[in-house]
């Protein structure tokens, strides 16, 4: 049914759209045909010169049980977010640490300061790009005694920006899949039947709890199941787990080369735009 207030992704759409393409769609009128007639898209967007935009958004749920150890992860892990004796110039630094990865017997706080402890020992040598596994000795009062925890390091570099540090959740349960499975047929849909120059699925992770490069994947691996997703020319990832409490939001583009695109907004105002197109060579569809 058309809704009858403005969702809450509006304006989550609205800053994406006000930088998309090098700004070229800022002023582009917005209907929101969504909001007024039923199974239609979201939004499509017309510029000046008449081209067309329709974008679907979505929300990516992680896992059944999500909010309950995203509590327990918050409250031991919190401290290493943002944290300025872990923040470099120009360094993007993600730190993913599995879901369920302390057993019962371990103190959640004390995890959390002896990885924040152990990151302040060895982050200064985490300059290379790319992702990195490392296994570290946590909790070394428990009964049980310490506990080895695996984490990954994950490194972007970010040209003429401050820098920063933040954490994500790995290991995601093997219900993801039917998350995004779900959101796929549910959206897909009504997406490809509507008639643009351009067709754009935009996928939101409002938790800590997931990573863009894994919802890609799964995208990916459903791809066979989904033959329309050809008909879709980008699918973007929103990362707003932080937009509330910091201020911050993420878009990236990603396709079989990595990451292409990024964009990152502080309190609505673009601050960093990266584009890789020039560096990674021709397109490369997985779907």
């Known amino acids: ?86 923040i470099l110039p120009e360094r993007h630094l ?53 506990l080895k925890l695996n984490i990954t390091v994950q490194i972007m570099n970010l040209p003429g920006m401050a820098g920063n540090c933040l954490i994500a959740r790995s290991g995601m349960p093997d219900n993801l899949s039917a998350n995004v499975e779900k959101a796929l047929r549910t959206k897909l849909p009504k997406l490809v039947a509507t008639a643009a120059n351009k067709r754009i699925l935009m996928l939101e992770r409002d938790k800590i709890a997931l990573g863009d490069s894994r919802i890609y994947r799964e995208v990916v691996a459903l791809a066979p199941k989904f033959p329309n997703l050809s008909f879709v020319d980008e699918i973007w990832m929103a990362h707003t787990a932080i937009l509330a409490s910091e201020g911050w939001a993420y878009f990236t583009l990603m396709d079989g080369r990595g990451l292409v695109e990024l964009l990152t907004f502080e309190n609505g105002a673009l601050k960093q735009r990266r584009d890789d197109r020039p560096d990674l060579g021709p397109p490369w569809r997985e779907f």
């Open 94 to 146: 993600n730190l993913f640490i599995p879901v369920h990865a302390i057993p019962k017997g371990y103190d959640w706080e004390e995890v959390g300061e002896d990885l924040l402890a152990w990151l302040k020992q060895n982050h200064l040598g985490m300059l290379k790009e790319g992702d990195i596994d490392h296994v570290v000795p946590v909790g070394h009062s428990s009964k049980a005694g310490p």
């Open 1 to 86: 049914m058309p809704v009858k207030s403005p969702p809450k992704e509006r304006p989550i759409i609205e800053l994406f759209l006000s930088a998309y393409e090098n700004d070229t769609w800022k002023t582009a009128s917005l209907d929101w045909v969504e909001e007024k007639q039923d199974g239609a898209v979201e939004v499509i967007a017309t510029r000046i010169d008449s081209t067309t935009l329709a974008l679907e958004h979505t929300l990516i749920q992680p896992f059944v049980g999500e909010k309950f150890d995203s509590e327990k992860f918050i409250k031991a892990f919190s401290r290493i977010e943002r944290n300025p004796d872990l």
